[in-house]
C-alpha cells in the first residue's frame, strides 16, 4: 500500500516484548525497567492475525525485534506460525546474541530467513561497559555458530560512542575474515540519555580507512537504509547507518508494531494507533485493516516533530 507521499509500506518490524537480558547504556537505564504486564503484551495469536491482514495492504516483510525477541517463551513456534503465512517472503530477528547458539538450529528450521546480532564491541571490557553484563562469550559462540550455519546474510549491529567502542579495528579484520556484514550506526539520543556522543559518518570513516581501502559496495541482501564498503579480499562487508546526518524517511517503507499492541508509523514520533484495544473488543477484521490503513496513513513524510514517548527497547529500533 503506497502512503501519503507515495511510499510502498511493505515491512512490518514487530516488538514481542520490552524485557531484555542486558542493560546498554544507551537504550535501558541501569536497574531495569518496569516491564508491561504480561496481560497487556499480545499474545502470538493476536499478532499472527494482525499480520494476515497486513498482508492483504501489502506487507511482506517481517522482523521480529524487542527488547530482547529470545526471552520471549516459544518464539522459535511463534516463527513457524508466520512461516505458514503465504505472502510473507522474508522474516528476519534482531537480537542481542545472548541465546543464539541456543536457538539457531530451531529458528532455522522453524523458517527464519536472515539474523540480525547487535554487538558494540569484541573487547570484553568494552562490551561489558556498553551492556553493564558480562555475556560477550556467549554471543561470540552464537556469532560463530551462525556463521557455520546456512543463515545468510548474517549483520553485526555496533552502536558507536565516541572514547568508548571507536576503535574499529577489530571489526575492521572481522568483516575481512568472516562472510559477515559489520554495520555501524550512528547514536540516537533518546530520551533521558544525553551524555553519549555518537561518531558521525565522516569520523566513522576516517577511523575506517586507517586498516584499508574500502570500496563501495551493493548492500546484502536487505531494505535498510545502510551505505555499505568493502575491504580488498574480504568475505563481508562494512555499512553506515547514519540517520542524523543522512535523511532516509524519503524511501521508508516500515510499520512498527508495539509489543503492547500499538502501530507506530514513525520511529521518532508519537503518532500511534491501538490495535490491542480492537482485538481484545473482538472487532472485526475489516476495522483491524482500517486501523493499519490509518497508521499508514499517519505516516509523516519525514521525521516526526511530534516527539515521542516509547523508548527503544519499546518500539524495537
Ligand atoms: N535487543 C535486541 C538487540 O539489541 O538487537 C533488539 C532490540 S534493540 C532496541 C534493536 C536495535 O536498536 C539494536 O541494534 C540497538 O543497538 C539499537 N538501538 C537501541 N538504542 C539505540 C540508540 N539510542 N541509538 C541507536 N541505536 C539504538
Ligand atoms: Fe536490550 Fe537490545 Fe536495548 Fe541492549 S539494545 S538493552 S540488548 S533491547
Known amino acids: 500500500m503506497l502512503d501519503r507521499f507515495g511510499r510502498n509500506i511493505e515491512y512490518l518490524r514487530i516488538s514481542v516484548t520490552d524485557r531484555c537480558n542486558l542493560r546498554c547504556i544507551y537504550c535501558m537505564p541501569e536497574e531495569g525497567i518496569s516491564p508491561i504486564s504480561h496481560e497487556q ?41 508466520l512461516r505458514e503465512i503465504d505472502e510473507i517472503e522474508d522474516i528476519s530477528l534482531t537480537t542481542n546474541g545472548i541465546f543464539l547458539e541456543r536457538y539457531l538450529d530451531n529458528l532455522i528450521s522453524a523458517g527464519l530467513n536472515r539474523i540480525n546480532i547487535s554487538l558494540d564491541s569484541l573487547n570484553p571490557k568494552i562490551y561489558k561497559k556498553i551492556t553493564r553484563r558480562d555475556n560477550l562469550d556467549d554471543v561470540i559462540r552464537g ?55 555518537g561518531l558521525t559518518e565522516e569520523e566513522m570513516l576516517d577511523e575506517l580507512n586507517k586498516y584499508g581501502e574500502l570500496e563501495k559496495t551493493k548492500s546484502p541482501f536487505g531494505h535498510g537504509p545502510a551505505i555499505y564498503y568493502k575491504y580488498k579480499n574480504a568475505k563481508g562487508t562494512i555499512g553506515l547507518i547514519c540517520s542524523n546526518s543522512h535523511n532516509f524517511c524519503y524511501k521508508c517503507n516500515r510499520l512498527r508494531l508495539t509489543s503492547d499492541g500499538r502501530l507506530k508509523p514513525c520511529l521518532f514520533g508519537k503518532e500511534e494507533v491501538d490495535v490491542r484495544s480492537l482485538l481484545r473488543t473482538n472487532a472485526s477484521n475489516n476495522a483491524l485493516k482500517e486501523a493499519f490503513k490509518n497508521a499508514i496513513y499517519l505516516k509523516p513524510r519525514g521525521r516526526s516533530k511530534n516527539k515521542r514517548i516509547h523508548h527503544m527497547y519499546q518500539i524495537g529500533g
Open 143 to 197: 556469532l560463530k555458530k551462525a556463521i557455520k550455519s546456512s543463515i545468510r546474510p548474517i549483520k553485526i549491529n555496533v552502536v558507536l560512542m565516541k572514547n568508548l567502542n571507536d576503535n574499529l579495528k577489530d571489526f575492521a579484520k572481522l568483516s575481512i575474515k568472516e562472510p559477515v556484514h559489520v554495520r555501524f550506526i550512528e547514536y540516537m539520543p533518546v530520551m533521558g540519555i544525553e551524555k553519549i556522543r
Open 41 to 81: 503484551v499480545l499474545r502470538y495469536e493476536e499478532i499472527v492475525k494482525l499480520v494476515k491482514i497486513a498482508t492483504e495492504l501489502g506487507i511482506n516483510k517481517i522482523r521480529i525485534t524487542g527488547g530482547e525477541p529470545l526471552v520471549r517463551k516459544e518464539l522459535v513456534s511463534f516463527i513457524a506460525l
